[in-house]
């Protein structure tokens, strides 16, 4: 059998792989970058997160009245933070509306006051009246 020799175009192969790098090229300028997604600045994520954790701990520690407290202070510091622009504005909603959330949530009951203070301060009177009267 004889080989048979192809005999190769170069002048087509190159027109070939002219067209097809100008075709790859076609609207392939540069790629359009998203932006960076936002970020909590770290000085106030830090702050917020802190104060976050005192909540938390309060609670654990069963001190409601205490972690109500820090919660409204949380409370106050998101929104001071929000109003001053420090928080990018994806997060401002969702930031504010869990430091509400968590203030609703803790419930402060103080402990009752013994009632029988009351109750000896009357008969210490009485008994005094008693024994003025003998």
Avoid at 14 to 42: D, E, N
Avoid at 55 to 66: E, K, P, T
Avoid at 111 to 121: E, I, S
Wanted: with cysteine; net charge positive.
């Amino acid at each position: 059998m004889q080989r048979r020799k192809t005999r190769t175009r170069r002048p087509e192969l190159i027109a070939a792989l002219a067209a097809a790098v100008y075709l790859a090229g076609c609207g392939s300028g540069p790629t359009p970058r998203a932006a960076p997604p936002p970020k909590l600045p770290a000085a106030v994520a830090t702050s917020l997160a802190a104060r976050s954790d005192e909540v938390a701990q309060a609670l654990a520690a069963g001190d409601a009245c205490r972690a109500a407290s820090l919660a409204q202070q949380l409370q106050r510091e998101t929104l001071a933070s929000i109003n001053a622009g420090r928080v990018p504005t994806p997060f401002q909603e969702h930031l504010a509306s869990a430091a509400n959330d968590l203030v609703s949530r803790i419930q402060c009951i103080p402990p009752a006051q013994p009632q029988d203070r009351g109750k000896h301060k009357g008969r210490e009177k009485k008994k005094k009246q008693n024994e003025e009267n003998d």
